[in-house]
């Protein structure tokens, strides 16, 4: 066992934080608690016997965030009595959120330096994912339901009888959103492993049959527990990483196939079509998705205070009145309801939400860190790199898409993940030999 976790270790990661770290993103999905004392001291061994950390200038520009976002949580601190309700506490444990993160980003660079050792640790995550299939599956198929607990309750998974919300798949997670997100992240990985075991295949390499069984396997379950969840970030996450991991050598002939392939559902959906066409589309494609995808020509049915715009146009009006140092952590969700008379937890974006949460310059500059870490990633040709190298783009992309209309990061299995997509890719060089 140790022999095999041993295996491609990058030659800066310290052996026990790279048994750890492995260990850590494979049972991430199933447990919190124990990902993260395994993930703990992965990184306390990565944060080892390195140079240090401001000769990065992504870490300077992270601690500056810090820095803002501790001022912030003060300021909130301050003027807490002018808003009823609302904790000074509150605002403290929101940076939870973030700074152990930012630390997280630096020391998890030593197991992420290279493409063997991100390939290893992206089929961890995709062996982490099984859990996720069988207790979702088995929550709407096979009616299994819990809470189901180990060692006198550190490990609970809840899996409401049904769903949650009803009739969608939540599985392990307990709620359907988050399992969607995190199915999402884990998709291009997985397709990247199905076209590595197509290759090895192809080439009649000892074991390749079983292995393509076992991923493809995987692939059904997978695709079936993203449209059982009836999310529609999730549908279009699923469509998104395609191509992406396919890379551009194949999308002379995948996009129009994809195209093609959505043209019933864009007919079924979309206003002003006429009925002639409208009719057999519907017909075609399964009513759960045009049904679903349809609610977007609806949403004047729905309450006004429910709806996404509702809610950023609130986020903006507040930004507005305190843009430089915020209303403090979680503030949204006493504010909003005293405005328009509906809770909401957060803002359903995640600029939003920092903006709010820690002012302006700190959501500018974290959200412009991403953007360039991706934008960085493409130009760089990590697009159009092996298999795994561009289902590790991928999946940062979409998890960074998904939270444009969500934010799953407030799960912590999500945030870490995220955290270890983004390390990934400032690992990345053009050279296989070059490391962090």
């Excluded at 079983?210 to 493809?216: G, H």
């Excluded at 930004?319 to 209303?327: D, K, S, T, V």
């Amino acid at each position: 066992m140790l022999e095999r976790l041993d295996g491609q270790r990058p030659e800066r990661a310290d052996p026990l934080g790279w048994r750890c770290f492995q260990l850590g993103v494979f049972v991430l999905p199933s447990s919190a608690l124990f990902a993260g004392l395994l993930l703990l001291v992965a990184l306390i061994q990565g944060s080892r016997r390195r140079s240090p950390w401001w000769h990065d200038r992504v870490n300077v520009l992270l601690a500056v965030i810090a820095g803002l976002m501790v001022l912030g949580a003060a300021a909130a601190g301050l003027r807490a009595d002018a808003l009823p309700g609302y904790g000074p506490a509150l605002a403290w444990l929101g940076l939870f959120n973030w700074l152990p993160f930012f630390w997280a980003f630096w020391g998890f660079q030593p197991y992420l330096a290279d493409g063997a050792a991100r390939r290893r640790v992206a089929l961890a995550l995709v062996a982490g994912t099984v859990p996720v299939l069988v207790t979702g599956l088995g929550q709407l198929l096979l009616g299994w339901h819990g809470p189901w607990q180990i060692l006198g309750g550190a490990v609970i998974w809840h899996l409401r009888e049904g769903g949650n919300p009803e009739g969608r798949l939540s599985g392990l997670f307990d709620y359907a959103n988050i399992t969607a997100a995190w199915l999402s992240l884990s998709w291009p990985l997985l397709l990247a492993a199905a076209l590595a075991c197509w290759q090895r295949w192809r080439q009649r390499l000892p074991g390749s049959p079983w292995r393509l069984l076992v991923v493809l396997a995987l692939v059904v379950a997978q695709l079936a527990s993203l449209y059982l969840t009836d999310s529609r970030n999730a549908w279009g996450a699923m469509l998104l990483a395609v191509p992406l991991v396919a890379g551009p050598g194949s999308w002379l002939w995948l996009l129009p196939l994809l195209l093609l392939a959505l043209l019933p559902v864009a007919l079924a959906v979309l206003p002003g079509v006429p009925a002639l066409l409208q009719e057999p589309a519907r017909a075609l494609v399964p009513q759960s998705i045009w049904g679903r995808l349809n609610d977007l020509n609806h949403q004047s049915q729905r309450k006004l205070a429910s709806l996404r715009i509702t809610q950023w146009s609130v986020a903006s009006g507040l930004i507005a009145e305190r843009p430089w140092l915020g209303w403090g952590a979680a503030a949204f969700s006493v504010i909003y309801p005293l405005r328009t008379g509906r809770w909401h937890g957060h803002t359903h974006n995640i600029a939003f939400d920092l903006a709010i949460s820690h002012g302006l310059p700190a959501a500018l500059l974290l959200v412009a860190l991403v953007l360039w870490l991706l934008i960085r990633g493409a130009r760089q040709g990590m697009v159009n790199g092996p298999v795994f190298d561009r289902a590790w783009w991928a999946a940062a992309l979409v998890l960074a898409v998904l939270h444009a209309s969500d934010i799953p990061m407030y799960d912590s299995r999500i945030n870490i993940a995220g955290w270890i997509l983004l390390a990934g890719l400032r690992c990345w060089r053009p050279q296989p030999r070059a490391s962090c």
